[in-house]
T-cell receptor, first 114, second 113 residues
Framework: AQSVTQLGSHVSVSEGALVLLRCNYS??????LFWYVQYPNQGLQLLLK??????LVKGINGFEAEFKKSETSFHLTKPSAHMSDAAEYFC????????????FGTGTQLKVEL | NAGVTQTPKFQVLKTGQSMTLQCAQD?????MYWYRQDPGMGLRLIYY???????DKGEVPNGYNVSRLNKREFSLRLESAAPSQTSVYFC????????????FGPGTRLTVT
């Protein structure tokens, strides 16, 4: 069975600082990996996805993530945080042949301080 | 394009009451999903419909039923609401089963007293 672990339910950074949100996955077959963002009182919006092409994936709003098979990780980064990045971020995994059923991590709330 | 729409946005029920959450998408997507979101637990899949006319259980189906009315609409029914079903419910859709991102609706916030 597939699973996702997000380390750190709350992360706080200063505006302009590096953002690093951690995601580790478990999957018995090659996974598809996703990062979604949720702003307050809204639905989820896709930031980026990994589907076995390039291991470094670039997404919207300056975010990127690197798929590392040896570490079973898919950490999300952004070089310089902006106040508008404050939101909850979810990592999700879907197994090939799994009917596109997503398994989500528990989420990381990102706070950006002046 | 409205994308994925959900009604109602908010609902308060008493224990034992029933209700149906509605979801519709205008993107001609084949697959649709219902999730619930609870604090500290992320999103968990309740039911999904791979295509019109098919439905399957997800991770937490107990206490719910679904209907894929047509390609556009996928409803979630609570027959006898319980306080444990207090949650935010999200509907999502995707074009096909593999590779494609899921598009989410704005959610329904349900409180069962």
């Amino acid at each position: 069975a597939q699973s996702v672990t997000q380390l750190g339910s709350h992360v706080s950074v200063s505006e302009g600082a590096l953002v690093l949100l951690r995601c580790n996955y478990s999957s018995s077959v090659p996974p598809y990996l996703f990062w979604y963002v949720q702003y307050p009182n809204q639905g989820l919006q896709l930031l980026l996805k990994y589907t076995s092409a390039a291991t470094l994936v670039k997404g919207i709003n300056g975010f990127e993530a690197e798929f590392k098979k040896s570490e079973t990780s898919f950490h999300l980064t952004k070089p310089s945080a902006h106040m508008s990045d404050a939101a909850e971020y979810f990592c999700a995994v879907s197994e090939t042949g799994g009917g596109n059923k997503l398994t989500f991590g528990t989420g990381t709330q990102l706070k950006v301080e002046l | 394009n409205a994308g994925v729409t959900q009604t109602p946005k908010f609902q308060v029920l008493k224990t034992g009451q029933s209700m149906t959450l509605q979801c519709a998408q205008d993107m001609n997507h084949n697959s649709m999903y219902w999730y619930r979101q609870d604090p500290g637990m992320g999103l968990r899949l309740i039911y999904y419909s791979a295509s019109e006319g098919t439905t399957d259980k997800g991770e937490v189906p107990n206490g719910y039923n679904v209907s894929r009315l047509n390609k556009r609409e996928f409803s979630l029914r609570l027959e006898s609401a319980a306080p444990s079903q207090t949650s935010v419910y999200f509907c999502a859709s995707t074009r096909a089963l593999e590779l494609y991102e899921q598009y989410f609706g704005p959610g329904t916030r349900l409180t069962v007293t």
